[in-house]
């Protein structure tokens, strides 16, 4: 079995798993993507009445069918060619052979590749679900089913029991009794976006009656919190030497310091002691040594098990911005075909046709060229309902003036294969137009589809994060680096929040660049660079 036999394969069975998984109620890292965009989108799905067999909770999401039937049809068309083993022709081995001897861009490709597999882990690498949860004799894989587990399913009460399973409190509480026993988060146990974390803490050492710096080198000064035993704030005190602020010295019986303060509780007036005194004196439900500093959002990196700390919102930003890759590649897999499908066909038409096609697409071209497009996108977020808006709508603005550059370099390189002895040869032959465009053009484009790829890709990643930025583009549940750039812009004092968007935005669009320089200079034989 060659290749081109096996990668259809793969094609019909991620098809057929796809189908199974949305009648079955799985969701399975990408493969479940369009269901999942679908079911975002109410555009995107129908009544579930057309088509009862397909239908899953009342509604037939046809976006994710109709995806899945492209797949499958593109693996029944790898097996059904018949032209023999997926031969490389030798044009494109030699191309492919200077792409790979320009190391920047190569290692760049390999990058971009990886980047692209770790998105396509999805849940199984970041999200707040458990990947597996065992308890008692039964195993549950709540990350990879659309079922919503409550707490009480799993040992938890109160509150906790009604709501959706808190997972990462599982973890803490696994193995004690009433409790799973075994419980496997992500990678990142948060979500990218609605997972709002707790403030981080961390516990302050007491030595004398003062409290010190979490290596207990110096005595602390700042704010710090007593807290209840479920973690919430208790009361709020600032600290100078390691003494709360405010209190005043002195001595009890047997000659120890200790300070004292009066604080209004409520309706209640209480005073508390502080230092070495009586234990029950003391402020606090908790021990005197468990004197916390609280983080507020955004708190800065390796604090509460963030490894590049928290948003303005509470969201952990390493999640946040693997969340906002999924949604670039996510974007690119419909802008690109999208504007290649538009700027090609036009393209050819107003090269191979001329005439008045080809002066009325150019007046069109032309309308759509003076539009505002940020006015355009203005009046139509005011316009559309808010049940609308999403990535499809912006993704329909993006691709409805993303075409147009395309279409001009499509015509002119039309314009000249058309007078090839190839072309007089396949009309000689009696071939029509739409037989000479697809089978003997389009072919001959491919340097120019290819060129442009990269930097169409750096396009749709830059455009998103530049309407994100502006406040008129994807809605909060979506995850954009624009967003996060725009809160880091105005906390500047938290530096790590601007800096993770914008090193994320500087490495992609930079790959991206390094990748479209080398498939220029590699498809392109007439340019010469220093590479060679």
Not at 57 to 68: E, K, Q, V
Not at 287 to 315: D, F, K, M
Not at 361 to 388: K, N, W, Y
Not at 449 to 471: E, K, N, Q, R
Request: glycine residues 10%.
């Amino acid at each position: 079995m060659n290749r081109k036999n096996i990668i259809g394969l793969l094609l019909i069975l991620a098809a057929a798993l796809g189908c199974v998984a949305e009648l079955c109620g799985w969701l399975i890292p990408t493969i479940s993507w369009p269901f999942t965009v679908s079911r975002e989108m109410n555009l995107l799905s129908a009544s579930g009445d057309w088509l009862p067999l397909l239908e899953v909770n009342g509604r037939i999401h046809w976006f994710g069918w109709l995806s899945m039937l492209l797949v499958a049809g593109a693996g029944l068309y790898l097996l059904m060619r018949r032209y023999g083993s997926m031969r490389v022709a030798p044009a494109i081995a030699r191309r492919w052979a200077k792409f790979r001897s320009f190391k920047r861009g190569y290692w760049s490709l390999l990058l971009l590749m990886l980047l692209l597999v770790v998105a396509a882990l999805d849940q199984s690498v970041v999200g707040k679900r458990a990947l597996l949860v065992r308890y008692g004799d039964s195993i549950y894989l709540p990350a990879f089913s659309r079922d919503i587990y409550t707490g009480a399913e799993f040992g938890l009460t109160g509150n906790e029991a009604l709501a959706e399973a808190d997972y990462r409190k599982l973890k803490e509480e696994c193995g004690k009794p009433g409790m799973p026993s075994l419980v496997i988060m992500p990678l990142i146990p948060y979500d990218a976006t609605m997972d709002v974390v707790p403030f981080p803490t961390e516990c302050l050492p007491m030595k004398g009656g003062r409290v010190y710096t979490p290596k207990g080198e110096s005595l602390y000064n700042g704010q710090a919190c007593r807290l209840y035993p479920n973690g919430r704030t208790h009361l709020r005190m600032r600290f100078r030497q390691g003494v709360p602020d405010g209190h005043a010295q002195g001595w009890t019986e047997d000659g120890r310091e200790v300070f004292t303060a009066t604080y209004r509780v409520g309706e209640v007036t209480e005073s508390y002691y502080w230092g070495e005194g009586n234990q029950q004196d003391f402020l606090a439900l908790t021990s005197p040594e468990e004197v916390c500093r609280v983080y507020y959002h955004p708190a800065p990196p390796l604090t509460g098990g963030h490894l590049l700390g928290t948003n303005s919102q509470g969201a952990d930003i390493a999640a946040y911005l693997y969340g906002g890759l999924q949604v670039n590649i996510k974007a690119a897999l419909f802008y690109i075909p999208a504007i290649y499908a538009i700027g090609l066909t036009l393209g050819m038409l107003m090269g191979y046709f001329g005439g008045a096609t080809d002066l009325l697409t150019q007046r069109i071209i032309e309308v759509f060229s003076q539009l505002p497009f940020l006015f355009v996108v203005m009046i139509l977020a005011d316009l559309v309902p808010h049940e609308l808006r999403g990535m499809f709508l912006i993704l329909s603005l993006l691709a409805a003036f993303g075409w147009i550059h395309i279409t001009y370099l499509v015509r002119t390189a039309t314009m000249k294969e058309k007078t090839r002895d190839y072309v007089a040869a396949a009309r000689v032959m009696g071939a029509g137009a739409c037989h000479i465009l697809i089978r003997h053009i389009l072919p001959n484009l491919t340097g120019i589809i290819v060129t442009l790829l990269p930097f169409s890709l750096a396009a749709v990643v830059l455009s998103l994060a530049s309407l994100d930025y502006m406040g008129f583009g994807l809605p909060d549940t979506y995850a954009s680096w624009g967003r996060l750039l725009n809160d880091g812009l105005s906390k500047l004092s938290c530096p790590w929040v601007v800096s993770s968007a914008f090193f994320s935005l500087v490495i992609v669009l930079v790959l991206v660049t390094f990748v479209g320089e080398a498939v220029r200079e590699s498809v392109d034989p007439r340019r010469h660079t220093y590479y060679e």
